[in-house]
């Protein structure tokens, strides 16, 4: 059972990372009836236990100045979780006066939580009414442990319309298309087109005449040949002639 609740909460957490273009650090506005809970259960801080339960690295935990002031007028019962919502980093709200934390919450999160806040509270009318608005993933805890809003079906709806919206070309893109594409045509005709060019003159000049006969040129070419060189037959000759003087010199 453990299992398939953790398998539940990744694929929720997924499909409003994917959706809802939410990315770390994950920031998470808590109420006072949260943050009580999770003291009441003592599931231990609001730095230990978001960060494990989103499988996120960073996660920073916020309340309002109107959720302060809620938890100050509440009296002795709630002096531990003022104590501890004073630790948790305080987020501005343009409220002058403290407003309930509900209504400061709603308008934290306006009409489509650009900002991608999480909202962490215990109150089930605000919870149904943040249903209602896309891109807002919604905490609670219980006794043992804390639970994610799956996402509504008015969330998955908004998320389908936008999809939907981003493949289809607007209509002013559409009227723009043929404007578009006679000025293209336009500026392909404007532009200058290259010249053929002709045959190289170079090439058809005429071959001058030869004003030397045939008959020049090949005496003169038979000059140029190399004499063919006589390796060593100078050196026979000389020897041969030395042995024959030698031999009719000597005495019988």
């Known amino acids: 059972m453990k299992y398939k609740k953790q398998k539940s909460t990744r694929r929720n957490i997924n499909f409003f990372r994917v959706q809802c273009g939410f990315r770390e650090p994950f920031r998470v506005i808590i109420d006072g009836n949260f943050l009580h809970a999770l003291l009441e259960a003592k599931l231990g801080g609001p730095r230990e236990i978001l960060p494990k339960f989103l499988g ?3 996660v920073k935990p916020y309340v309002t100045r109107c959720v302060l002031a809620e938890l100050r007028s509440l009296g002795e019962d709630f002096t531990g979780t003022a104590l501890a919502a004073r630790r948790i980093e305080t987020m501005r709200c343009n409220h ?17 939580n650009g900002d991608c806040f999480f909202i962490a509270t215990q109150q089930q009318e605000l919870r149904e009414k943040l249903l209602k608005v896309p891109n807002v993933p919604i905490l609670f805890a219980c006794r043992t442990s804390l639970n994610l809003e799956p996402p509504s079906e008015v969330q998955k709806r908004l998320c389908t319309e936008r999809e939907v919206q981003q493949k289809t070309v607007p209509q002013h893109e559409l009227k723009a298309a043929p404007l578009r594409t006679l000025l293209e045509s336009a500026e392909t005709n404007s ?4 010249k053929v060019k002709g045959v190289n ?23 140029k040949q190399k004499r063919k060189r006589q390796r060593g037959k100078h050196k026979e000759s000389g020897l041969n002639a030395d042995l024959a003087a030698a031999v009719e010199a000597k005495p019988l």
């Open 56 to 58: 996120a690295t960073t």
């Open 96 to 112: 002058l006066k403290p407003v309930s934390p509900s209504e400061c919450l709603c308008s934290l999160v306006g009409e489509n």
């Open 201 to 223: 003159p170079l090439a058809c000049k005429k071959k001058k005449a030869d004003s030397e006969p045939m008959e020049v040129k090949v005496q003169a070419a038979e000059g």
């Open 191 to 194: 532009r200058k087109r290259k």
